[in-house]
């Protein structure tokens, strides 16, 4: 059974957050110089992966998907449950990793990487889309 408050929540955090990515206006590597758009854009996409994180979460429990031992073992149980395909979930396990090095190596961060992890956020909006298509169909 899904929690539609729940869910509805970390939808409108994660519509919050690309909001507030496309407000900053990142085209190149170059706009992260200014160290604040590095800082702000590096702590959105912490912030969004997490909220990724907590949607897939939310939606292995409701239906009984499993008990995932790592944050991407998350995105393996909803391909095994038919909720996202293959390329999808490897897209998202990547950006677990991508939010580890945000958490664990901050301090190593180079504006290539943030940006890196910046262009792969088209793949949250096809999850989310995809979540919303699964949720339509219970």
Avoid: C, W
């Avoid at 929540?9 to 190149?28: A, G, N, P, Q, V």
């Avoid at 391909?79 to 293959?86: A, C, L, N, P, T």
């Amino acid at each position: 059974m899904f929690d539609l408050e729940r869910l509805t929540k970390i939808i409108s955090d994660i519509h919050r957050y690309l909001d507030d990515l496309e407000r900053i206006e990142i085209k190149d590597p170059r706009d992260l110089d200014d160290i604040r758009n590095f800082y702000a854009v590096s702590m959105i996409l912490f912030t969004l992966i997490n909220r990724v994180i907590d949607l897939g979460d939310e939606i292995v429990t409701s239906r009984n998907l499993g008990v995932p031992g790592t944050y991407r073992e998350i995105f393996n149980l909803l391909e095994r449950g038919k909720v996202i395909d293959k390329e999808l979930a490897s897209d998202l396990s990547n950006l677990v990793y991508q939010r580890n090095i945000l958490a664990h190596e901050y301090h190593n961060l180079t504006e290539e990487d943030v940006f890196r992890t910046y262009r792969r956020v088209p793949v949250i909006r096809k999850f989310v889309e995809r979540v919303k298509e699964n949720i339509k169909d219970v």
